[in-house]
């Protein structure tokens, strides 16, 4: 398929009895989605983070239809994760490079959830997502060095680290190191296999 044609229809993913990722739905997903935003620890380690002001129906709802917007403008695909119905996450492929052969991939789940193996379910589920039907031959993802959890979740879901970039994160009021992190097609043994 060509990479257009991929956005013309959102495709789910199943990962698992429990665990779905499906497109984002503004109405429905504002206020879940609001909420993990305004839990501060969640967002450590990601630059440019702003807690939310009080809850605004209408500018969470606009929030989560820039990303249908960014889907139909073949920008990123964005997927929240759902636990049994539950908006738990949230995991888009993005900053798609070299003819469309190489994506970066980003994540988040609230923080009742973590380290309970759920995102590196999530992850690997979209990284054969990624190569078998989008395409790609590599997927980036960069960890703050001190962002265990997700260093973790890189290197349990089968990203290699490639090295460290120097002042990567802008945090603290400060520039902070972050771990390039990458999966390759032939890490998942996917070579050949067709969506
Ligand atoms: C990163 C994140 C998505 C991981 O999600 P998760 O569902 O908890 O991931 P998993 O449970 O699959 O894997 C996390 C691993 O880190 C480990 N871990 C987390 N914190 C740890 C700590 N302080 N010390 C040691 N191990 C730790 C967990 O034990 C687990 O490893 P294990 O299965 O070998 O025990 C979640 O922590 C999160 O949303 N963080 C905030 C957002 C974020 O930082 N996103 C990434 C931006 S690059």
């Known amino acids: 398929m060509a990479f257009c044609d991929l956005f013309k ?11 779905s990722l499906r ?14 935003y ?6 450590k380690y990601f630059s440019g983070y702003r807690k939310p002001h ?5 500018g969470a709802i606009r929030a989560e239809a820039s990303r249908v917007k960014g889907f ?3 920008r990123e695909y964005s997927w929240v994760v759902t636990i049994n119905g539950e908006v738990v996450g949230q995991i888009q492929l993005f900053n798609f ?11 988040f789940i609230k923080r009742k959830y973590w380290n309970q193996g759920i995102n590196t379910k999530v992850l690997i589920a979209v990284c054969k997502f990624g190569f078998r039907v989008m395409g790609f031959e590599r997927i980036e993802a960069i960890a703050h060095v001190d962002n265990i959890g997700s260093n973790r979740t890189l ?25 390039m992190y990458a999966i390759v097609k032939e890490d998942l043994g996917l070579r050949g296999i067709k969506g």
Do not use: S
């Open 97 to 107: 490079t070299n003819h469309n052969t190489c994506a970066e991939v980003g994540y």
């Open 54 to 58: 009080d809850w605004n129906k209408e």
């Open 23 to 36: 497109q984002h739905e503004p109405e429905k997903d504002a206020r879940p989605l609001w909420e993990i």
């Open 38 to 43: 305004c839990d501060e620890e969640n967002f």
């Open 155 to 179: 290197q349990k879901a089968g990203f290699t680290k490639e090295g460290m970039l120097r002042k990567r994160f802008y945090l603290n009021d400060r520039a902070e190191d972050g771990n």
């Open 9 to 19: 229809e959102f495709q789910p993913i199943r990962v698992d009895g429990n665990i």
């Open 72 to 74: 139909k403008g073949k």
